[in-house]
């Protein structure tokens, strides 16, 4: 109870509350304190009002057991759950950048906005599970050397321009704070390792860091995937010719 908590520094507010439990805004809490019957109550804050605390402690608790309780549920997600995260994926790939609500995922789905809940936590963990699998269905392979990866670079670069939706959605979520959401490591870290084994499979130096260099090639096609129609807008193009991009990516490949 909060009259109990004997360090006041324990007591926090719906804001905190929603960051312990990784969701994006205060109001979500009183959708937890409906939505579970086991959700700390809290109680009023002095004066009155309609905005409550609660106890650090008695939060964190919850969410532990909460997180077990799902984990005994299965490691794998629900039928029901893949059906909406895969109508939250439609739904980024139709409107990358443009904010989706929990309402319309729910009638993408074909689901009861009521019902969502019994299948997903939170809209950010099915946007978080979407984004996922955009990321992952564009996830391009660097070769072991690179003679290779000049070979297929045509082929890359390609499959990357058909894949301009799913990219612009990764694009926007790491504009707005988030982080890969994939466990494998990026193209660009695989990139920068090839670099450097070929440099020193040739023993050849180079006054530009292979960091720099994966860094500058990786930004260089993210850029131009992106914001293709502008370039060629501002540049009086009908298309950027892929043999031509190629020839300067390799180019990059040398410095």
Same mark, same amino acid.
């Not at 439990?21 to 939505?35: C, D, E, I, Q």
């Not at 995922?105 to 019902?115: K, Y």
């Given at each position: 109870m909060i009259r109990e908590a004997e360090d006041l520094d324990q007591l926090i507010d719906a804001q905190e509350v929603a960051t312990i439990?990784?969701?994006?805004?205060?109001?979500?809490?009183?959708? /937890?304190?409906?939505?579970y019957a086991d959700?700390?109550?809290?109680?009023?804050?002095?004066?009155?009002?309609?905005?409550?605390?609660?106890?650090?402690?008695?939060?964190?608790?919850?969410?532990?057991?909460?997180?077990?309780?799902?984990?005994?549920?299965?490691?794998?997600?629900?039928?029901?759950?893949?059906?909406?995260? *895969?109508?939250?994926?439609?739904?980024l790939l139709a409107n990358p950048g443009s904010d989706i609500s929990?309402?319309?995922?729910?009638?993408? *789905?074909?689901?009861?906005?009521?019902?969502? /809940?019994r299948h997903a936590e939170s809209k950010e963990q099915l946007v978080g599970l979407a984004v996922k699998s955009v990321e992952e269905s564009f996830r391009i392979t660097i070769p072991e050397d690179l003679d290779t990866f000049r070979d297929r670079l045509p082929e890359i670069l390609a499959n990357l321009r058909a894949a301009r939706p799913a990219m612009l959605v990764v694009v926007d979520r790491t504009l707005r704070g988030g982080t890969p959401s994939s466990d494998q490591d990026l193209a660009v870290t695989a990139l920068m390792n090839l670099l450097a084994r070929d440099r020193a499979s040739k023993k050849r130096t180079s006054s530009v860091d292979p960091r720099v260099t994966a860094a500058a090639v990786a930004g260089m096609i993210w850029g131009l995937t992106a914001l293709e129609p502008r370039w060629l807008d501002a540049l009086g193009l009908d298309e950027i010719p892929l043999d031509q991009l190629t020839t300067v990516v390799s180019a990059m490949l040398d410095i």
């Open positions: 439990l990784g969701l994006a805004h205060r109001n979500s809490v009183s959708t /937890y304190r409906t939505r959700f700390p109550s809290g109680q009023p804050t002095p004066g009155g009002g309609r905005s409550r605390l609660w106890v650090r402690g008695e939060i964190l608790a919850w969410h532990e057991k909460f997180r077990h309780r799902q984990a005994r549920a299965g490691d794998e997600p629900s039928e029901r759950l893949e059906v909406l995260v *895969a109508a939250t994926t439609r739904l929990i309402r319309e995922i729910a009638t993408e *789905a074909g689901v009861a906005h009521s019902d969502l /809940y």
